[in-house]
T-cell receptor, first 113, second 115 residues
Framework: GENVEQHPSTLSVQEGDSAVIKCTYSDSASNYFPWYKQELGKRPQLIIDIRSNVGEKKDQRIAVTLNKTAKHFSLHITETQPEDSAVYFCAATINQAGTALIFGKGTTLSVSS | GAVVSQHPSWVICKSGTSVKIECRSLDFQATTMFWYRQFPKQSLMLMATSNEGSKATYEQGVEKDKFLINHASLTLSTLTVTSAHPEDSSFYIC???????????FGQGTRLTVV
């Protein structure tokens, strides 16, 4: 089955700096890679996703890159703000409704002002 | 996006009792729902895949007789934690994937505390 590795487990940055979180996956059949932000005690919120037919996707301050050959994908947050502080999870799966997401272990991002 | 409602949001139960958690897909029919467990400061770990009208598929290490899953309709899946123990205390969360763009949507989660 799929296995997702995520690094780093914690990340501290100054407000305005960029933050990068990296994930690798094991199953070459995986073709959908979402990123979630989770605040304490709340459900995960999708912040961006990418499918394997593209290599990069951007939404304002957030971007995701995908390298299918190397089986890794990364989340980039630019101009970080204190409200970006949260736990971020990457996930990988097959692009089918009946297949579960497999999550990385998460990254706790702290943005200090 | 899809709306997924989970109930209850939190529950405290005594050791040895059973607790039922409901997950409803409010605005589309879900033939498959997923149950995850999340311990404090850890990731969401897939427990089982709930299939409407058939048996659930459990992940390795998850006891199917302890975590009973019923998916009797296209909008409702239930997870029953039987004979709960303190080590079952966790955040349980359900998910469905949209059949269109296959984005995943999550319930609010249930905080279970076994005392």
């Amino acid at each position: 089955g799929e296995n997702v590795e995520q690094h780093p487990s914690t990340l501290s940055v100054q407000e305005g700096d960029s933050a990068v979180i990296k994930c690798t996956y094991s199953d070459s059949a995986s073709n959908y890679f979402p990123w979630y932000k989770q605040e304490l005690g709340k459900r995960p919120q999708l912040i961006i996703d990418i499918r394997s037919n593209v290599g990069e996707k951007k939404d304002q301050r957030i971007a995701v890159t995908l390298n299918k050959t190397a089986k890794h994908f990364s989340l980039h947050i630019t101009e970080t703000q204190p409200e970006d502080s949260a736990v971020y999870f990457c996930a990988a799966t097959i692009n089918q409704a009946g297949t579960a997401l497999i999550f990385g272990k998460g990254t706790t991002l702290s943005v200090s002002s | 996006g899809a709306v997924v409602s989970q109930h209850p949001s939190w529950v405290i139960c005594k050791s040895g009792t059973s607790v039922k958690i409901e997950c409803r897909s409010l605005d589309f029919q879900a033939t498959t729902m997923f149950w995850y467990r999340q311990f404090p400061k850890q990731s969401l770990m897939l427990m089982a895949t709930s299939n409407e009208g058939s048996k659930a598929t459990y992940e390795q290490g998850v006891e199917k007789d302890k975590f009973l899953i019923n998916h009797a309709s296209l909008t409702l899946s239930t997870l029953t934690v039987t004979s709960a123990h303190p080590e079952d205390s966790s955040f349980y969360i359900c998910s469905v994937r949209n059949t269109g763009n296959t984005e995943a949507f999550f319930g609010q989660g249930t905080r279970l505390t076994v005392v």
